[in-house]
């Protein structure tokens, strides 16, 4: 897997002044704001910085809190789990693995059969429905 690397310019003048905050300043949409919290349309959800997939929408469930939740990532190898210990917390930080974008968190309260809730943020995706 090759690594997309970019200069902050570049990453500015790629993305929306929101995208930015979210994916390279580890920034957090309001939860029921992203364009994607309630979608329920088949297809896959990419990476909105270098569109690697990430998640499939038959692993999306609704966890009822404001972000699309999925129970598993749709390639294991694409995304990158870090500890953030930020705003005292300790939880686990879920990163796009070719380009490090900041994507959300996963938590352990998901539903079988991971038992995961990887938390995204809908400004660090772009969809592509089925066809």
């Given at each position: 897997?090759?690594k997309?690397?970019?200069?902050e310019a570049?990453?500015?003048?790629?993305?929306?002044?929101?995208?930015?905050y979210?994916?390279r300043q580890?920034?957090?949409?309001r939860?029921f704001?992203?364009r994607?919290?309630?979608t329920?349309?088949p297809g896959?959800?990419?990476?909105?910085?270098c569109?690697?997939?990430?998640f499939?929408?038959?692993?999306?469930?609704?966890?009822?809190?404001?972000w699309?939740?999925y129970?598993t990532?749709?390639?294991?190898d694409n995304?990158?789990?870090e500890l953030?210990?930020?705003?005292?917390m300790?939880r686990?930080?879920v990163?796009?693995n070719?380009?490090?974008?900041?994507?959300?968190h996963?938590?352990?309260d998901?539903?079988?059969?991971?038992?995961?809730?990887?938390c995204?943020?809908s400004l660090?995706?772009?969809?592509?429905p089925?066809a």
């Amino acid at each position: 897997m090759e690594k997309v690397r970019k200069t902050e310019a570049e990453w500015r003048a790629q993305l929306s002044p929101e995208e930015f905050y979210v994916t390279r300043q580890k920034g957090t949409e309001r939860a029921f704001t992203g364009r994607y919290w309630d979608t329920t349309t088949p297809g896959i959800y990419r990476c909105v910085g270098c569109g690697t997939p990430l998640f499939a929408s038959d692993t999306k469930f609704d966890a009822g809190c404001g972000w699309p939740s999925y129970f598993t990532p749709l390639n294991p190898d694409n995304v990158r789990e870090e500890l953030d210990t930020s705003h005292g917390m300790r939880r686990t930080e879920v990163l796009c693995n070719v380009c490090d974008a900041h994507l959300g968190h996963v938590f352990e309260d998901g539903p079988p059969p991971t038992g995961l809730r990887y938390c995204i943020n809908s400004l660090s995706m772009t969809f592509e429905p089925e066809a």
